[in-house]
Nanobody, 122 residues
Framework: QVQLVESGGGLVQPGGSLTLSCAASGSFFSIYGMGWYRQAIGKDRSLVAA???????NYADSVKGRFTISRGNAKNTVHLQMNSLKPEDTAVYYC????????????????WGKGTPVTVSS
């Protein structure tokens, strides 16, 4: 059973920083892309940042220059460094991974974590 588990959320003041981490565990062959999404109350879930297996990155316009996504050395972890946080960054942050279960799996599947809440407030 593949699982993605997020950590690092919490309460932070405007202008502050947080680092989110996500680790994939269980039995799988490889992970291609990983990413962070967020969902604020009353809004749809949307992409925050994504990173491919080759370290190519993609960011939502609203976080460019403030957030940085990175993969761990073991490639089964992904981190999101969030700086200059704003109240509008308040949301539940979800980790996603496109995972191949074994060497015969040529399509892969998206797996999601359960989310970690981030609240930016004074």
């Amino acid at each position: 059973q593949v699982q993605l588990v997020e950590s690092g959320g919490g309460l932070v003041q405007p202008g502050g920083s947080l680092t989110l981490s996500c680790a994939a565990s269980g039995s799988f062959f490889s992970i291609y892309g990983m990413g962070w999404y967020r969902q604020a109350i009353g809004k749809d879930r949307s992409l925050v940042a994504a990173i491919s297996d080759g370290s190519g990155t993609n960011y939502a316009d609203s976080v460019k220059g403030r957030f940085t996504i990175s993969r761990g050395n073991a490639k089964n972890t992904v981190h999101l460094q969030m700086n200059s946080l704003k109240p509008e960054d308040t949301a539940v942050y979800y980790c996603r991974g496109h995972i191949y279960r074994d060497s015969r799996d040529v399509v892969g599947s998206d797996y999601w974590g359960k989310g970690t809440p981030v609240t930016v407030s004074s």
